[in-house]
């Protein structure tokens, strides 16, 4: 069963970074595009960044593009969002997720396993 896990989430200032990772077990993951989304409280989750299988293509929201970087290492199977200029809008449950392909699409149905999320706070 595909696992994805997780981690650096947390509490920052606004004008902050932080750095996500999301690590991949039981799948061969240098085949797939990897994704983030997020779901803030009280909204519906939405699409972040993703990026195929050997990085070449890199899609990213409105919103984040110029601030937040999707990257991946396929040797260890993580891939990383590295979040800078952070704002209290981005505060949310970030969450990555495989696709079935190699679409790098931002649209979440195209993704079929979900991390359990990490919190992200930004404080004005």
């Known amino acids: 069963q595909v696992q994805l896990v997780e981690s650096g989430g947390g509490l920052v200032q606004a004008g902050g970074s932080l750095r996500l990772s999301c690590a991949a077990s039981?799948?061969?993951?240098?085949?797939?595009?990897i994704g983030w989304f997020r779901q803030a409280e009280g909204k519906e989750r939405e699409f972040v960044a993703t990026?195929?299988?050997?990085?070449?293509?890199?899609n990213y929201a409105d919103s984040v593009k110029g601030r937040f970087t999707i990257s991946r290492d396929n040797a260890k199977a993580t891939v990383y969002l590295q979040m800078n200029a952070l704002k209290a809008e981005d505060t949310a449950v970030y969450y990555c997720?495989?696709?079935?392909?190699?679409?790098?699409?931002?649209?979440?149905?195209?993704?079929?396993?979900w991390g359990q999320g990490t919190q992200v706070t930004v404080s004005p």
């Open positions: 039981n799948v061969p993951v240098s085949t797939y595009a």
């Open positions: 990026i195929s299988w050997n990085s070449v293509v890199r």
């Open positions: 997720a495989l696709e079935n392909s190699d679409w790098a699409t931002s649209r979440a149905f195209a993704y079929t396993a």
